[in-house]
């Protein structure tokens, strides 16, 4: 590694307050060119805060920044990117009504005052195409995209721009383990061509394979820097949350292969999207389904949440059979199916209301439950213990992961029979983590069937007590118990054979 | 420590109160009459008709959505219900208001189909709506102001008076009462804010949006019908674009009182005020002997000055 001599952008004694809240407190940070440096952190230790400053976005309430051994002011994101400073912000930063190509251009280099600079769209098409992403359409609307595939736009958006600090915020958290392998490709030939990368994630696996350097956060202080393998994971773990959590996971039961169906779906498919899918649900059980991005997972939960429109196959919810067609019957007791979907911030709550409001949203209207009455949350929330000032807090203040802690609870007072939830742990904090995997544990053991689908394949294997692994619409593989291994999690995913048991995937 | 805030008004609704408070105060100052009680009863009166149309415009605008066609739901009320009563035949008079408001409510649902199911901008929609009223009612009385005249209710409703208090400003409190209880007390209250600022989310949360957007535009053609009723009874007869001067103070009653344009935030105690403020303003503006032009100057001016002051305090917060 040629870490360079000088910092590219230097923080000292840097402070943000925002009303009482100390974001930041007194930090000195260097990041250098050459070098991939990782902060870690719980939500709210201020990584984001820390992002901003660099990118421009805030300034600091007091200290200096530094960019190229220069006290400086960074007044706006378009002031810290002519200097080399270039973000990549965890909320999507593109516009969804322009297409994938208008986005490109939008605040390229060389455009601006009736100018256009088409270069940014060959470069980024050429980046796009490493990542995967090649399949894009450059006319496309952003809004039609998928999350992953924003996620790709926005990386090669970032790239276009010739950083010499480069910053990921969450970059990857929509996406696959194939397709962030070679995203890293790409970060570590930034790097060794002097780029320096400021990288934050919630993956450790991610970490570990890409730092070279990590700096700790929490409670807007800077913990500690330190080279990468020189501290274990629950060594790290402890930094972060201040007090050591043994267990990212809670203790699996034992299966239970029998026990009593909830919810089954036989041929279930839909359009090109969904073909030939049978899942079994049962009390007690928690299901995993993993794969690429956009291989149908997330068309399962919607179609079992009547949200497609002319799915077919057989449905049977508490031994009935049903055809669900609209939300409102899904919920409703007598099939007690609850959604928490994908994106928090514009599907699962309504930023503006406050928390309260939230919470009652799916419950009222519900016979039996007094959905304005807020100690019907409580427990749930004392479970997965919230931080707010108070319910009446716009949920929007909140940090993400607090946020879905709130989309979580407000199905909770239904006493759903069934969860579907739709990567619930996505760009959230190990705390949170360890708090919603404990949570849905609970709500297994006393009966409730959860599907969950993810992009973290620890989730599939520490969590899950089985998993189907998709690939273009279908289900290429089922596994169960001592089965479900990263190594056949990502082999299935690639709709490749286990190279260990090549004769058995090749019957199958 | 997690405690629900009592529903107190907020700021933003108190605000054209205040206003209105100014308006009264500055303008006795040059004209004493204005604190008399006759005035203010007589402001009051005029008060209700915008008063009642804003209500129905509040649901909507609350819902992100608005309902470009109250002007001729209004007229159309008002020729329904003055025909009726002009027909001479004593159960199609008696018939008239139920018809009329009937009439609201059922232009209303059209306006909510539009906008839930054919998912066409409601900008568009309802003033397309508009349009086609119009063109019925040209059709039907041949561009003549149509015949008819009013029925003794539905003069009550509009001039009459109960103990020195107009009847038509009891008709608006006892209507934004209903409507304040049925917002606080239903889940529909709720679930028009939620629409309002995320429509999807509330959909999601396993809310019927659809039936919530035809109740809302049913409510606003209701609130039209009657306006429309009441202003029949109020000028005896109906005519041709008699609710054309409605539509922009409404809408600027309903922004003034609070209520985001965009859908969400609002109220209807912020909007009674809005009202208030826009029929005092309309009011000393033309007691001052000015012309025409500065008047509307002035007026522009005045609710810009409001929008501007109410967006401050907002963001100062």
Known sequence: MSRSEHPIARLRGV????GTTQALSDVDFSCFGGEIHAVLGENGAGKSTLMKLL????QPTSGDIEVNNAVTRLTSPADAMVRGLVCMFQELSLVPDLSVRENLMLGAVGTGLGRLNASVVRSAQDILAQIDGGAIGMKTRVADLSLAERQQVEIAKALTRNPKLLILDEATSALNASVVEKVF?????????GVGVLFISHRFHEIESLADRISIFRNGAHVETFDNGAYDYSAIISKMVGQRIDDLFPPKPPANPDAEEVLRVDGFSWTDKLRDISIVLRKGQITGLGGLDGQGQGSVLQGLFGLLKGTEGRCVVGGIPVTITHPKQAKNPKLGIALVPEDRKTEGLILQQSIARNLELAALGTDGI??????????????LELKCRSLDQPVGELSGGNQQKVALTKWLALGPRCMLLADPTRGIDVKTKTQIYALLRRLADSGVAILLVSTDYEELIHLCDEAHIFYQGRIVRHLTGNDVTAEAIIAASLNIPLPAQTSEAANG | MNTIKQNLPSPDALFPYLGAVLLILGGSYFFPQILGVDYLAQQLQIAAFLGVLALGATVVILLGHIDLSVPWVLAGAAIISTSLVGSGNPALAAAAIPAALLFGVLVGIVNGVGVAILRIPSMVWTLAVNSMLLGVAVLNTGGFNPKGEASPAMTLLATGDLAGIPVAFVVWMAVTGAMALLLKR?????????IGYNEKATFLSGVSTPSVIFAAFAIAGLCSALGGVMLAGYANQAYQSMGDPFLLPTIAAVVIGGTSILGGRGSLIGTVGGVLFITLLTSILSVMQITDAWRNIIFGLIIIVMLLLQTLRRKSQ
Do not use: H
């Open chain 1, 15 to 18: 402070s943000k307050i925002y």
């Open chain 1, 55 to 58: 990118a421009g976005v805030i």
């Open chain 1, 185 to 193: 490709r790409l970060i570590r030939a930034e790097r060794d061509r």
């Open chain 1, 370 to 383: 007094d959905a304005s009455d807020v100690t019907i949350y409580q427990p749930f929330l004392d479970a």
């Open chain 2, 186 to 194: 239903s889940g529909f209250g709720r679930y028009l804010s939620a």
